[in-house]
């Protein structure tokens, strides 16, 4: 049981990730410029002598370890190359980064941004000011709290009475 509790809310949270937050999009945007990058990157050094970028797979390899700063990406000899491994290097790690803080931010967020929460949000900042309202202000607060008192009442008229199909 706790195990089937434990993989539904693993299944709502990466739900969640996947259409509530820029996850998604911008890792499909992270690896078609890692795709282009290394395949400039082999096309500039192909025919360059003493390159280590011989083949694709090694421009691949290139993208990731010049992406990932661990120091182990062999350095590009022409002036192309070297221009296309900084700009990959400065938008790649933007990417990446940006992309786990917009995650992050996105997801933790949300509750926040929901409407109702909004709402109560506002009522609640506008409730703190009563001593600065006029009483202009004030009658027009008692009729909007006196329809939302009247709209409730009529929500749960509503849902007491039975359903036609029951």
Not at 42 to 64: H, P, Q
Request: glycine letters at 8%; zero cysteines.
């Amino acid at each position: 049981m706790k195990r089937k509790r434990r993989y539904r809310r693993l299944a709502i949270f990466v739900k969640d990730i996947w259409t509530h937050t820029p996850f998604v999009r911008m890792v499909l945007l992270l690896i078609t410029l890692w795709l282009i990058s290394a395949a400039s990157m082999y096309l500039a050094e192909a025919d360059v002598r003493g390159a280590a970028i011989t083949s694709f797979g090694k421009a691949l390899y290139w993208g990731v370890a010049a992406f990932s700063t661990a120091g182990i990406a062999d350095t590009p000899r022409s002036a192309l190359a070297l221009a296309i491994g900084g700009i990959w290097i400065v938008v790649g790690s933007m990417l990446f980064f940006g992309t786990i803080v917009a995650t992050i931010t996105t997801y933790f967020m949300r509750p926040m941004q929901r409407p109702g929460k909004r709402i109560i949000d506002t009522i609640e900042y506008n409730l703190e000011q009563l001593n600065e309202l006029t009483l202009e202000e004030l009658d027009l607060l008692k009729e909007t709290v006196d329809g939302l008192i009247e709209h409730v009442e009529h929500l749960k008229v509503k849902q007491a009475q039975p359903q036609g199909g029951e």
